[in-house]
């Protein structure tokens, strides 16, 4: 199988480092973008002022750029071509209808095993892997911690 286009879908979290170290491998020495995308949530609007939702936004929007930036400045370091997008919806739907717009071949994501009710992540990875055209690898991050350097 040929992956010429992989998305990342990213949250911010550091989990993201161990579903970048399956990006790296599966894209290392191949001719392959991966595509780092964040969501801006609409269900985080469900609480907020209208008068404060477009400071709201900019902070989200803030949190995505520092997210998306991060897997760049990783993938980056390791000869590998990253676009970056942030959008704003709902996010098992939007990624989908990126991975169809976009000509995704494969997601990596993380996922929380176990956790589905109680878990965005987990949730959110659930519905894509249901709802997707494409493979969708997921990478358990339930015992997310810091790695220690080799």
Do not use: C, W
């Not at 929007?61 to 370091?77: D, F, I, M, N």
């Not at 976009?102 to 992540?121: F, P, R, S, W």
């Amino acid at each position: 199988m040929m992956y010429s286009d992989i998305l990342v879908p990213t949250d911010g979290s550091t989990s993201v480092e161990q579903v970048l170290e399956h990006t790296i491998d599966i894209a290392e020495g191949r001719d392959v973008t991966v595509h780092a995308l964040y969501v801006v949530d609409d269900r985080a609007f469900l609480t907020i002022d209208d008068e404060m939702e477009g400071e709201f936004l900019e902070k989200l929007k803030a949190e995505g750029e520092e997210a998306v930036s991060k897997v760049r400045r990783t993938l980056e370091q390791e000869g590998i071509e990253v676009s970056t997008a942030i959008l704003r919806g709902s996010p098992p739907e939007i990624i989908v209808s990126y991975v169809e717009d976009a000509g995704i071949d494969l997601v990596t994501m993380g996922t929380q095993a176990g956790e589905y009710e109680k878990n965005i992540l987990g949730s959110t990875s659930q519905k894509v892997v249901r709802l997707s055209p494409v493979p969708v690898l997921t990478v358990d991050v339930s015992g997310s911690k810091p790695q220690s350097s080799r």
